[in-house]
């Protein structure tokens, strides 16, 4: 239920994302119906977003990040093993063919891990413990992403802040202490831009092992922050 909830509230927001944006472009762009300001004020306003000291203006804003590679270099934490936490660093290269669609050409991580409390608690309470824990030691997959939602957004009510939302699906390998499986990676990426160059990333995704082997326990939810380079 814990990895359900994780993946839900982002996922509507990528979906609504786009939506929310037409209605505040709408109210942009009519900006009568919202002032009080009298005719007069009103054609000044317009003559002046035509023209400044008489030489005519237009006002363009690209997205940031025009670049099709990118680097990515952060830490990641599965969080959600009953057993152990999984802490460790994550790094990515992607190649954006188009502002839709890219190709996370690799991305790897390796882990460590740090054993909660059950067993300890399992031993003491009921007098037994598991003979072996079978903990994550590294991961890496390919994906393609496909971008679902971008804008802007506020942060701090100060600082105007430049994001995407992007769906992954891929394939990667899993390799645990006692196994080692190709597993279907999928989840949520979101990018929020410092500058043309430089990026803030977030991503929540979740590896499942292709079916067959025996693995009991072989879906492993991840949380990543990472530093983008695009160059």
Not at 77 to 97: K, M, R, V
Not at 165 to 191: P, R
Request: proline residues 4%; aromatic residues 16%; contains cysteine.
């Amino acid at each position: 239920m814990q990895r359900l909830i994780v993946f839900i509230f982002p996922i509507i927001l990528l979906i609504q994302s786009p939506s929310l944006w037409a209605e505040e472009i709408d109210e942009l762009e009519q900006p009568a119906e919202l002032t009080s300001a009298t005719e007069e004020e009103n054609q000044h306003v317009e003559e002046f977003n035509k023209t400044m000291d008489g030489v005519p203006i237009e006002a363009i804003e690209i997205f940031p990040s025009s670049t099709n590679q990118e680097c990515a270099f952060g830490f990641v934490i599965y969080p959600f093993s009953p057993y152990y936490h999984a802490l460790g660093i994550d790094g990515s290269y992607n190649y954006a063919f188009s502002k839709t669609w890219s190709w996370e050409v690799v991305s790897g991580s390796y882990l460590f891990t740090v054993d909660k409390s059950l067993s300890a608690e399992l031993a003491e309470d009921f007098g037994v413990s598991p003979k072996r824990i079978d903990k994550l030691n590294s991961v890496i997959s390919s994906n393609v992403r496909y971008v679902s939602a971008f804008g802007k957004t506020v942060f701090l009510e100060k600082y105007i802040q430049s994001y995407r939302g992007a769906f992954l699906l891929g394939i990667g390998n899993v390799t645990t202490s006692l196994h080692s499986k190709l597993a279907i990676h999928f989840g949520l990426h979101f990018d929020f831009y410092v500058n043309k160059r430089y990026s803030w990333k977030m991503e929540l995704s979740d590896y499942v092992a292709i079916p067959g082997g025996s693995i009991d326990d072989f879906n492993f939810v991840s949380i990543k922050v990472l530093t983008g380079i695009h160059f």
